[in-house]
């Protein structure tokens, strides 16, 4: 249990979230309960969220076109409500993730929550993460290895 912290989620339906997601280091997605036949479908939100990372992240060079931005946001969240069609839950929330030369580490938590074997997910407010999980590795910190 000490390994496990707590982190504050909401659905996953705002630009607002595209953006936070977007704005952290790294995300995760838990999805558990999917199971493998629908690694496909995940592969979609993912890579629009990867996308997302590059052009609306912290390092990105603002290329003063809101428009492109806003389209962009709404093809993530066009991804995110399929699983919402299909009768899953899907929620969002960032940890901090902090270590020794990288203290603004952020990780975006996503969860995806099939409807049927977890009907009180919607309601869900707090997941427990496994810290082990978001740190990075030292690949990311050589000079600390």
Request: some cysteine; glycine content about 8%.
């Amino acid at each position: 249990m000490g390994q496990l912290e707590p982190v504050a989620v909401r659905p996953f339906e705002r630009r607002r979230q595209v953006r936070m997601v977007a704005a952290s280091q790294a995300f995760l997605i838990h999805r558990a309960d999917l199971g493998p036949a629908s690694d496909a479908q995940v592969e979609g939100p993912t890579e629009w969220m990867d996308f997302a990372s590059m052009v609306l992240g912290s390092h990105a060079i603002d290329d003063g076109e809101p428009d492109r931005r806003r389209e962009l946001c709404n093809a993530v969240l066009a991804a995110v409500s399929e699983f919402r069609r299909r009768g899953s839950t899907v929620l969002v929330g960032v940890m901090d993730a902090r270590r020794p030369g990288l203290p603004d580490w952020k990780v975006a938590i996503i969860t995806l929550t099939p409807g049927l074997s977890n009907p009180g997910a919607p309601k869900r407010r707090t997941i427990l993460v496994d810290k082990r999980l978001v740190q990075p590795g030292p690949e990311y910190l050589p000079h600390l290895a």
